[in-house]
């Protein structure tokens, strides 16, 4: 289960955030999480809740917001795009393989909310 150093880098990031802005206490912290980023945002969500409370001395209440953002793939022969998870490598339009993932890989802190 990488959720959980993943979570505890989220943490470290935010601590040091907090502590340059010379922060009290985080609300809420927002992620983005890609369809096809390899993290189980259920397994996230149950992680956050012990992590913050050990492993956090400004977030032990904040709320974790989790943002979905769909695996999007692009066709460099049809120049069309399609879900990525729907239909794999393989474009649907015109049946090339030479195609690359646009969006949906991605795991980054959106935004945070602190006193």
Known sequence: MH???VVFHVIK???EIVSENNLTEVSSVTLELGEVSTVIESYLHDVWKW???????HMKE???IVEKIPAITFC?????TY???EY???CPHCGSEHTYLLQG???TIKEIEAC
Do not use: H, W, Y
């Open 3 to 5: 959720e959980l150093g």
């Open 13 to 15: 990031m935010v601590e």
């Open 51 to 57: 992590a913050v409370l050990k492993r956090s001395e």
């Open 62 to 64: 904040a709320k974790l």
């Open 76 to 80: 460099e022969d049809c120049k069309n």
């Open 83 to 85: 879900g990525t998870v």
């Open 88 to 90: 794999g490598k393989i």
């Open 105 to 107: 890989n991605e795991f």
